[in-house]
Every structure is written in structure tokens, then in C-alpha cells.
């Protein structure tokens, strides 16, 4: 019988741990990322789980064959360590020795070893496997890493409770027509499109609650600014005094996720040649005054007194830009008539509510706002719009049996990459994108 006690030893260090080891012989593990013959030698290119290492073959110390190698083999190398300056990580590798662990048994139709994929978007896409093993592409999604990576600690610090709500559904949150239907075991259910109705009720359990999870949205676009499942970071805090304590905890979670991709992702920064936004404070815009300020510079008409036209997200956004020099704005005030049952209308005027949305660099990156939280207010603006209220039985259960002022947001994790990236597309964010004509691979 074999006991297991939780401990791997491994043979193989790590690429981010060489510069430790200058003079030193080593084992490393990784791919082959690339070969350059030269005269009597060879540059060879290992990627490893997060560096890419340059090594240096030659018959004169290397104790196997350079025919022998193809890339994309996955390989335990025996290595010398040396300092070089001109290297991006301050050392190259003498090889001395090789085991292949595999081998490739077909050449990848594209080529994934330059700076940038030279391709289409449908090619990048088609073939999601083995183009994320690019170093920019891969770079991305190490980013986005550390965006979660900043959005959890803060948020931990904050003391919320991170959460795992349900994705099979019995009522969508938004309702309408943009929610996937399915039969489940002879019931009709759906695909969540948000944690909403779980993150309130959770507030009346944990006072602070967060989730980084999929959500599904039935939307027939095909535009460059829209997935049929993302992923959304929300989160929902209870006791508060207005819906701008929300738009100040998003404000210190936005900065200090940067605060973490500075100082601890500069490699992935410097390979996509990313500017990280600096944030000290982010202005903030009711949505009429904001419609009226767009058309007054641009002399354009104000068509849609309900919600922006992504043309006029880009305008706010170019303006707030010159005046303040922030790349967030925040827009406040959202028409109740535009807003979902659960938001609250503001005192002062019942035809907005107390919501925001916040735009970064052109585009909307996440909804939030206060919610209602009587059971006789939300009754009542449910009946108001037709709502048939037995089918929300378990989500007006908490209001039934008391819940805290509180309130929330939903930020899209891909559109905000995007945006930081300046990514012409949402789905350049997305590991394995879902859209209208896409479900592989």
C-alpha cells in the first residue's frame, strides 16, 4: 500500500528562479517554443509556464542531436545557467542534455511563434488551443489573472464573502426575451443571466458578498462588444447610506487592481504594452445632463432619451478625458423606465433611479446601483409593470422577512481586459469565446 502525504518534489525549477542559480546546472521543463539555426549552432526558445527562456544549442557541450527537436515538443532540459545582459531575463541556458517528453505529431497551420499571431480573428479563434500558447496571447489572459487576483483582495480587505450562486435558474433576472430557455427533467429552466436575485438574498445573510462567475445572455448580436457568456465580477453590500457608496467601492477596487498589475505583472505589461490607467478619483455624470452635454459639443440630436448609443459612449467618454484627464466616468440617474424592477427610483424625481453605469475608454464595463429592499415598494413596481409576482415567490422572501438598504454591481471582466488592453474586439478577452456562431472549441 502507498501513502500519500500531500508533497511533490520536483526535479525541475522554476524560469521565474534562475537568476538564483547563475553558474549552476539545472533541470527546467517546457515547450519549444521556437528554433533559429545559426552557423554551428542554435537559438532555442523554451516557454515555460510563464516565461519564455532563450537557450543556446551547440555539438560543442550539447549532448543530443538538434535534428531530433521539433517545436511544440515538450521537453525536460539539463542546463548551465549564464549571465546575459542582452537577455530579457538576465540569463541564458547552455544546453547539456534533453529528454522528450512528446512530440507533435502534426505542423500547426499558423504560426504562433512571432510577436503577434499574424491571422484572422476566425483563425485565432478556431484554433483557441494552440494560439493562446503565443506569448502576447497568453500574456492577456496572465493580465486578467491579475485583474481577479486584485478584485479579490480588495474585496477580502472590504470583508465580502465571496459566493457561489446557482446557473441553472428557475427566473431569469432581467426577464424579456435575452435568457436561454431548456428543458430540465420535464421543467422549463434557464441560464443565469446574472447573480442578482442570490447576491441580494446573500446580503441578508453576510452583509458583503462577491462572485466571479460565468453569466449567460440570449442577445442575437454579432457586434464587436458582446458575448453570450461572460464572465461578471458583482458584488452586493448591504447598509448602505445611498447607491454612491457603491460607486466608491468600485473606485478603490479599480485602483487597487492596478496597483496590483503594476507591481507584480510588468512582464505581461511590457509584452502587450499596456498603460495602466491612474486612478485617484473618478467623475461622475447624471445620464439627462450627460445626453445634453454630448449634443450640445457635437451638435447632435438627442435620439434615444433612454440609454446611450455607443457612438455617444465614446463622445461622454473623449470629453470627460479632456476636461478631467480620467479614462472613468460615471454615468448616474438612469431612466426607471430603462432600469430593471428591482432598482430604486430616487426620491427627488420617481422617473430615475438610484443607479450608475461606469464607462472606461468609450464603453460601459459595468451596471450597478441601489436596490429596493421593502417588500411592499418592490411588490408594488413589480405590479406596476405586469409582473406576475408568484413566479418571484423565493426572491421576494427576503424582502417579506427584512433586508438592509443595500445595493451592487455587475462589472463584464472581458470588456474591461479589452479596454485596458485597447482591444478592438471583446472576444481578443475571452479564452474560448461564445457568440452567435461560435461554441467551439
Same mark, same amino acid.
Given at each position: 500500500m502507498k501513502i500519500i502525504v500531500g508533497n511533490i518534489e520536483n526535479e525541475t525549477l522554476e524560469a521565474e528562479n534562475l537568476t538564483s542559480h547563475l553558474g549552476e546546472k539545472i533541470k527546467i521543463h517546457g515547450s519549444i517554443y521556437k528554433i533559429r539555426k545559426m552557423s554551428g549552432f542554435a537559438f532555442i526558445l523554451l516557454r515555460t509556464k510563464r516565461k519564455v527562456v532563450q537557450c543556446i544549442y551547440s555539438r560543442e557541450y550539447s549532448l543530443f542531436e538538434l535534428e531530433d527537436l521539433a517545436e511544440e515538443s515538450c521537453v525536460t532540459v539539463t542546463a548551465q545557467v549564464i549571465p546575459e545582459e542582452r537577455s530579457k531575463t538576465g540569463f541564458e541556458l547552455q544546453l547539456l542534455d534533453m529528454e522528450i517528453l512528446s512530440k507533435p505529431v502534426q505542423q500547426i497551420p499558423i504560426v504562433i511563434n512571432n510577436k503577434r499571431v499574424d491571422t484572422s480573428l476566425e483563425n485565432l479563434l478556431n484554433f483557441r488551443p494552440v494560439t493562446l500558447r503565443n506569448e502576447r496571447e497568453r500574456a492577456i489572459f496572465l493580465l486578467q489573472e491579475g485583474i481577479t487576483l486584485g478584485i479579490r483582495e480588495f474585496l477580502k480587505q472590504e470583508k465580502f464573502t465571496e459566493i457561489h450562486s446557482p446557473k441553472i435558474v428557475h427566473a431569469g433576472a432581467e426577464g424579456g426575451a435575452n435568457i436561454f430557455r431548456f428543458d430540465y427533467f420535464g421543467k422549463e429552466a434557464y441560464l443565469a443571466q446574472s447573480p442578482q436575485f442570490y447576491k441580494q438574498m446573500m446580503v441578508g445573510v453576510y452583509e458583503r458578498v462577491f462572485e466571479i462567475a460565468p453569466v449567460f445572455r440570449a442577445e442575437k448580436h454579432d457586434t464587436s462588444r458582446h458575448l453570450n457568456e461572460y464572465t461578471s465580477v458583482d458584488f452586493e453590500m448591504g447598509y448602505i447610506?445611498?447607491?454612491?457608496?457603491?460607486?466608491?467601492?468600485?473606485?478603490?477596487?479599480?485602483?487597487?487592481?492596478?496597483?496590483?498589475?503594476?507591481?507584480?505583472?510588468?512582464?505581461?505589461?511590457?509584452?502587450?504594452?499596456?498603460?495602466?490607467?491612474?486612478?485617484?478619483?473618478?467623475?461622475?455624470?447624471?445620464?439627462?445632463?450627460?445626453?445634453?452635454?454630448?449634443?450640445?459639443?457635437?451638435? $447632435? !440630436?438627442?435620439?434615444?432619451? &433612454?440609454?446611450? *448609443?455607443?457612438? =455617444? #459612449?465614446?463622445?461622454?467618454?473623449? %470629453?470627460?478625458? /479632456?476636461?478631467?484627464?480620467?479614462?472613468?466616468?460615471?454615468?448616474?440617474?438612469?431612466?426607471?423606465?430603462? $432600469? !430593471?424592477?428591482?432598482?430604486? &427610483?430616487?426620491? *427627488?424625481?420617481? =422617473? #430615475?433611479?438610484?443607479?450608475?453605469? %461606469?464607462?472606461? /475608454?468609450?464603453?460601459?464595463?459595468?451596471?450597478?446601483?441601489?436596490?429596493?429592499?421593502?417588500?411592499?415598494?418592490?411588490?408594488?413596481?413589480?405590479?406596476?409593470?405586469?409582473?406576475?409576482?408568484?413566479?418571484?415567490?423565493?426572491?421576494?422572501?427576503?424582502? /417579506?422577512?427584512?433586508?438592509?438598504?443595500?445595493?451592487?454591481?455587475?462589472?463584464?471582466?472581458?470588456?474591461?481586459?479589452?479596454?485596458?488592453?485597447?482591444?478592438?474586439?471583446?472576444?481578443?478577452?475571452?479564452?474560448?469565446?461564445?457568440?452567435?456562431?461560435?461554441?467551439?472549441?
Open positions: 447610506r445611498s447607491f454612491e457608496d457603491i460607486m466608491e467601492m468600485e473606485t478603490g477596487m479599480l485602483r487597487h487592481v492596478m496597483e496590483v498589475l503594476e507591481s507584480g505583472y510588468e512582464e505581461e505589461r511590457k509584452i502587450l504594452n499596456a498603460k495602466l490607467p491612474y486612478i485617484k478619483e473618478i467623475p461622475a455624470i447624471k445620464f439627462l445632463e450627460a445626453k445634453e452635454l454630448i449634443s450640445k459639443k457635437y451638435n $447632435r !440630436p438627442i435620439a434615444d432619451y &433612454d440609454d446611450f *448609443e455607443p457612438e =455617444e #459612449e465614446k463622445l461622454l467618454s473623449q %470629453l470627460i478625458k /479632456k476636461e478631467t484627464g480620467s479614462d472613468f466616468v460615471f454615468v448616474t440617474h438612469y431612466p426607471s423606465r430603462k $432600469r !430593471p424592477f428591482y432598482a430604486m &427610483d430616487s426620491e *427627488e424625481n420617481q =422617473e #430615475e433611479t438610484e443607479s450608475f453605469d %461606469l464607462l472606461f /475608454k468609450g464603453l460601459e464595463i459595468t451596471t450597478g446601483g441601489q436596490r429596493i429592499h421593502s417588500y411592499e415598494e418592490q411588490l408594488n413596481k413589480m405590479r406596476s409593470r405586469g409582473m406576475n409576482t408568484d413566479l418571484f415567490e423565493s426572491y421576494l422572501m427576503m424582502h /417579506k422577512y427584512g433586508m438592509p438598504p443595500h445595493g451592487g454591481l455587475g462589472l463584464g471582466l472581458e470588456r474591461f481586459t479589452g479596454r485596458l488592453l485597447d482591444q478592438d474586439n471583446v472576444r481578443l478577452s475571452s479564452l474560448f469565446p461564445r457568440d452567435l456562431n461560435r461554441v467551439t472549441p
